[in-house]
C-alpha cells in the first residue's frame, strides 16, 4: 500500500503542475485493481487522476483535467440526478469546459458501471461525431479514453470494432454511448441519461422533447441561454427541474481582464449578456432589472450596517412555489432561505425561528393571498414573535413620494409591488454605475447580493410596461405564467426586504390595517434619505 500511495502521491503532484500523468505500467495487479476500485467509486477521484483534455490555445495543449470545485459540484450533481432519476437543467456560459464534464461523466460511467447506456444529442450530427474535429462530443471522448493507461482499457477491447461512427461499445461489461442530431434524437433506444447539447439552439425542441420522453428517465439540457422565447428558458424558469448554473465567475481561470477582453472582442452587448452574463431577457425590452446590473452586485465589497430585517414571500404547501425568507443588514443581503411542503401556520413558526436566530428585528411579508394566514398564525402562538412583523399589500396604492421628476409614486407607478421593485431597480442600477463606471455612490444606495443563482435569475425575470395613464406597471404574476416563466419568489422576497423602515415600530400590529398603513409611511418618509438622488427627493 506504500508503493500505490507514493506513485499516486506523484500523480497528484503532476496533475497539480499541468504535467502528464506518471507512468502506471509499473503497478502489480493488485494495486491495479485497488485503483480501479477507487476509480469506480469516485468519478471525481478518477477525472482528477486519470484524464487529460486538450486545448490548441495553450501550450502544451494537452492539459490534465485537474477539477475546480465547481466542476467537481457538477459532477456529484450529475450523479444525484442519475441517483434520483429525474431530468436537469445546465446553464452555462460560454467555455466552460461543461461538453469536457460531460463526456467524463459518460466516458466512467462506461468504464464502469454494466449495461450503462449514455446517449449524446444536439442540433447537428457533425457537432456530435465528426472525425478529427475536437470541437464535437465523441473526439473528446476519444482524446480523454486514448489517454488512459493500458490495463483500464475494458477487456476484449478492438478500436476499429467498438469505436464506431456516434457509438462507442464496451465489450466488457455492455456498456454503450451513442450520438445522435437533429430530429433523431432520442431515436436511437433507451439510454440511462441523455445529454441535450446546446438545448436552447434546437430547431424543433417540441420534436426532440416528444421522442426523449419514451427514452430515458434522467435527461440533462445543456446550454448557453439563447432568450427567453424556447423550451429550454420556459423549462430554466418553470421549477420544475433542477437547475445547475455555471458562470464564468465560478471559474478560477477566468477574471474581470478576461470579461473585458471578451467585451472588446464580441462587441455586442446583447450576445456578452446572454452567452456569459447568462441574461435569458437581454434582447427583451421592459426588463425591469437587466442582468448585467444584477450580476454587478453579485459579492460586492460592502459594509453590513444596522439591524437585521427580513423579506418573507408567503407560499402555501403545495404548487411550483415557494416560501422564501430574505435577510440583509443595510445593503448587505445574505443567503435566501427556502421550504415548501408547509401550511401557513407551519411556515409561519419556521419564519419566527429563523428570525430569531439571526436576531431580526423587523419581518415584512406579503399579507394578501397565501398570505392572508401569517396574521392569524402569529396571533395564535403562546410567545409573540421577539421582531416586528410588519404586512405589505402589494395590490394597494403606491405612496406619496416625490421622485426627481417632480412626480409622486402614485403618479409613476401602478402599485406598490411595482414601486418597490422599482427601488430595487435603483439600487442594483447604482451598483452598476459603481463597479462598471467608476461612478461613486453612497454604500448605503446601493446593494450587494450572495452569488445565490436563483436569487440572481428571479432578479430579471418580471418585465414593466407603460399603461394608458402614463404610469409603470410591475408584470403580474399570472401574466409571467401565462408566458411560462415562474413567480420570481426570490425576487418579491427581496423587495420585501428592502420595505423602508416604519416610524412607529410598536403601533405596527401584524396583519393589521395600522400594520400597513406605518409601513407605507415608513416608505415615504425613508425613501428620500436612503436613496439619494436618483430615487425621491421629497415627500407631501
Same mark, same amino acid.
Given at each position: ?25 509499473? +503497478? ?13 467509486? /469516485? ?34 450533481? +450529475? ?7 429525474? /431530468? ?42 465528426? +472525425? ?26 478492438? @478500436?476499429? @470494432? ?33 445529454? &441535450? ?72 452587448? &446583447? ?22 446590473? &444584477? ?28 416560501? &422564501? ?155 409571467? @405564467? ?38 407605507? @409611511? ?14 425621491? /427627493?421629497?415627500?407631501?
Amino acid at each position: 500500500m506504500a508503493t500505490i500511495r507514493r506513485q499516486l502521491d506523484e500523480l497528484r503532484g503532476r496533475v497539480a503542475q499541468h504535467l502528464p500523468p506518471a507512468d502506471t505500467s509499473g +503497478l502489480t495487479p493488485e494495486q491495479i485493481r485497488a485503483e480501479l476500485d477507487a476509480c469506480a467509486s /469516485d468519478a471525481v477521484y478518477w477525472v482528477n487522476r486519470h484524464c487529460l483534455t486538450y486545448d490548441p490555445r495553450v501550450k502544451p495543449a494537452r492539459i490534465p483535467f485537474a477539477l475546480f470545485r465547481k466542476q467537481e459540484e457538477y459532477l456529484h450533481w +450529475l450523479q444525484e440526478r442519475d441517483r434520483l432519476q429525474e /431530468d436537469g437543467l445546465v446553464e452555462k456560459s460560454r467555455d466552460m469546459g461543461i461538453t469536457w464534464l460531460c463526456c467524463a461523466y459518460a466516458l466512467h460511467a462506461w468504464l464502469f458501471r454494466p449495461g450503462y447506456y449514455v446517449g449524446f444529442g444536439s442540433s447537428k450530427l457533425e457537432l456530435v461525431d465528426k +472525425l478529427g474535429d475536437m470541437k464535437c462530443i465523441f473526439e473528446k471522448i476519444r482524446y480523454m479514453l486514448y489517454s488512459l493507461p493500458e490495463w483500464m482499457m475494458p477487456r476484449g477491447f478492438v @478500436r476499429k @470494432r467498438d469505436d464506431c461512427q456516434s457509438k462507442l461499445l464496451n465489450p466488457a461489461n455492455g456498456s454503450a454511448i451513442s450520438g445522435e442530431g437533429g430530429d433523431n434524437i432520442g431515436r436511437g433506444g433507451r439510454a440511462s441519461i441523455y445529454f &441535450v447539447d446546446e438545448a436552447a439552439h434546437l430547431e424543433r425542441p417540441d420534436a426532440v422533447d416528444r421522442a426523449l420522453s419514451a427514452t430515458t428517465n434522467v435527461r440533462i439540457d445543456v446550454s448557453t441561454p439563447n432568450g427567453p422565447g424556447n423550451p429550454f428558458a420556459t423549462k430554466r424558469f418553470s421549477g420544475t427541474v433542477p437547475v445547475f448554473t455555471f458562470h464564468w465567475k465560478d471559474d478560477p481561470r477566468k477574471d474581470q481582464a478576461w470579461y473585458e477582453e471578451q467585451k472588446r472582442k464580441k462587441n455586442n452587448p &446583447v450576445i456578452i449578456a446572454q452567452e456569459l452574463d447568462l441574461d435569458y431577457n437581454a434582447s427583451i425590452e421592459g426588463t425591469t432589472i437587466p442582468g448585467v446590473w &444584477v450580476r454587478a452586485a453579485v459579492n460586492l465589497d460592502l459594509q453590513p450596517s444596522g439591524p437585521v430585517v427580513g423579506g418573507w414571500d408567503v407560499a402555501g404547501d403545495g404548487g411550483a412555489d415557494a416560501n &422564501v425568507l430574505t435577510f440583509r443588514r443595510g445593503p448587505v443581503v445574505y443567503d435566501p432561505s427556502a421550504w415548501g411542503r408547509m401550511n401557513t401556520t407551519q411556515s409561519s413558526h419556521h419564519a419566527v425561528e429563523l428570525c430569531e436566530g439571526v436576531g431580526a428585528v423587523r419581518l415584512y411579508y406579503n399579507c394578501v393571498g397565501l398570505g392572508e394566514g401569517v396574521k392569524g398564525a402569529m396571533a395564535s402562538r403562546d410567545r409573540k414573535p421577539r421582531f416586528a412583523v410588519l404586512p405589505v399589500n402589494g395590490g394597494a396604492s403606491p405612496t406619496t413620494t416625490m421622485w426627481p421628476d417632480r412626480r409622486t409614486s402614485k403618479d409613476r407607478f401602478y402599485n406598490l409591488r411595482t414601486e418597490l421593485w422599482w427601488l430595487l431597480r435603483v439600487r442594483f442600477e447604482k451598483a452598476f454605475e459603481f463597479v462598471a463606471q467608476g461612478i461613486k455612490h453612497p454604500p448605503e444606495e446601493m446593494i450587494s447580493i450572495p452569488n445565490c443563482p436563483q436569487l440572481i435569475a428571479d432578479l430579471s425575470l418580471p418585465c414593466c410596461f407603460p399603461r394608458e395613464n402614463g404610469k409603470t406597471q410591475l408584470e403580474s404574476k399570472a401574466d409571467m @405564467r401565462r408566458r411560462g416563466v415562474k413567480s420570481p419568489d426570490y425576487g418579491d422576497s427581496l423587495a420585501y426586504c428592502f420595505a423602508p423602515e416604519p416610524p412607529c415600530q410598536g403601533a405596527a400590529v401584524a396583519g393589521s390595517a395600522a400594520g400597513h398603513i406605518a409601513m407605507r @409611511r415608513g416608505i415615504d418618509e425613508d425613501l428620500r434619505r436612503s436613496m439619494g438622488g436618483r430615487g425621491p /427627493d421629497r415627500i407631501w
